[in-house]
C-alpha cells in the first residue's frame, strides 16, 4: 500500500505590519512570508483504517483525538474511505512560525494528489481553507510571497534570494489570540516598497532591517524571554537582521552564508542546551509545492 509524505514547511514572517483592524475583529496585515527547510513531515495512507498519531521530537504538545487543523482540512476536502494520518512533528506548537497551518496545508496538497489534482487551488478552496485558519491558504502555496488583507492576498514574489536562516525558539509557547488583543496601536504603515534588485543581497538585507513586526512589543509584554532571544541572535557573528517571527515566540536572523548561519547556530546550542535553534534556508521565489510530495511504499 503506498504511502505519500508531504512536507509541511515552518513559515516565517520576514516582516509583519499590522495595518487596520475590521469590523468583524479580524486584524489587517502586510507580510513578506518566505519557508523554510525545516519542517513537519505528514504521512497519509488510504487504508481505511483512520488513524491519526503524532510522532517526533515536538509530539508531547500536540493534541490527540480532538480538533486540529489536518482533520479539519480532511473532513471539507476527503470524502472517500477513511484515511490514517501520521504526523511526524518537528516544529514547536505555538511559535509563531505556522506548524499547524503548515500541517493543514499539507494535508490539503496530499489529498489533492490523492485526488489527481495538480492545478492551482481554486478561489473556493482556498475560501475554505481561510476559513480553517487565516495562515493555510500562504503555507499552501509555500510560495515566498507578499501577503495582506487577513491572510487571504497572496502575491507571490517572482524574484527573491535563497537566504541563510537562524531560527531560535525559547521553548515558550505564546498563544495567538492574546498577542493580538495586548496590540494597541493597529493602524500601522504598510511596509515599504520592495527592494528594485533583487540579486542585490546587502540591498535585500538593509530592506528587511528597515520593516517590523508589529506584535513584538506585545508578544513580548507576554513572553519576556523573546527580548532575550533577539538580543542573542543579534550578537552573533554575521547576523544581518534579527526578528520575531508571527505572533512569537520563534524568532530568525539572516546570514550573508549558511556557514555563518550554522556558526551561530553552535554558539547558541552551547549557550542555551535549552532553546529549539536551527540553523537552514528560507526558499526562493515560486517554489513549486508537488516537489514537497513523494510517494513511499
Not at 117 to 131: C, V
Not at 183 to 202: C, I, V
Not at 221 to 240: F, H, K, M, N, Y
Request: aromatic letters at 6%; one cysteine or more; charged letters at 15%.
Amino acid at each position: 500500500m503506498t504511502t505519500i509524505e508531504v512536507f509541511a514547511p515552518a513559515k516565517v514572517n520576514l516582516t509583519l505590519h499590522i495595518t487596520g483592524q475590521r469590523a468583524d475583529g479580524y486584524h489587517l496585515l502586510d507580510s513578506l512570508v518566505g519557508f523554510a527547510g525545516v519542517g513537519d513531515v505528514l504521512r497519509i495512507t488510504p487504508d481505511g483504517a483512520g488513524d491519526f498519531t503524532v510522532t517526533g521530537p515536538e509530539a508531547g504538545d500536540v493534541p490527540i483525538g480532538g480538533a486540529n487543523f489536518v482533520s479539519d482540512v480532511a473532513d471539507v476536502f476527503w470524502t472517500g474511505a477513511p484515511l490514517s494520518f501520521s504526523l511526524e512533528k518537528n516544529l514547536p506548537v505555538a511559535a509563531g512560525i505556522g506548524g499547524g497551518s503548515a500541517d493543514a496545508a499539507a494535508c490539503f496538497r496530499g489529498l489533492e494528489y490523492l485526488n489527481g489534482d495538480d492545478t492551482a487551488p481554486s478561489a473556493q478552496a482556498m475560501a475554505q481553507l481561510l476559513a480553517i485558519g487565516a495562515d493555510v491558504p500562504m503555507c499552501a502555496a509555500s510560495d515566498t510571497a507578499r501577503v495582506q488583507g487577513i491572510g487571504e492576498a497572496i502575491t507571490p514574489l517572482d524574484v527573491w534570494p535563497e537566504l541563510p536562516i537562524l531560527l531560535v525558539n525559547p521553548r515558550v509557547a505564546v498563544p495567538t489570540g492574546p498577542v493580538f488583543k495586548a496590540l494597541t496601536k493597529k493602524d500601522n504603515p504598510p511596509m515599504e516598497a520592495l527592494p528594485a534588485d533583487m540579486a542585490d543581497l546587502p540591498a535585500v538585507f538593509d530592506w528587511l532591517a528597515r520593516q517590523r513586526n508589529d506584535l513584538e512589543p506585545p508578544a513580548q509584554a507576554i513572553a519576556p524571554q523573546i527580548a532575550r532571544v533577539l538580543d542573542a541572535i543579534a550578537q552573533t557573528s554575521g547576523c544581518r537582521a534579527a526578528r520575531m517571527s508571527g505572533s512569537g515566540a520563534t524568532c530568525f536572523g539572516l546570514y550573508e552564508s549558511d556557514a555563518m548561519a550554522a556558526a551561530a547556530a553552535a554558539h547558541l546550542r552551547a549557550e542555551h542546551p535549552h532553546w529549539w535553534v536551527q540553523a537552514t534556508r528560507l526558499n526562493g521565489a515560486r517554489r513549486a509545492a508537488p516537489q514537497l510530495i513523494r510517494a513511499t511504499t
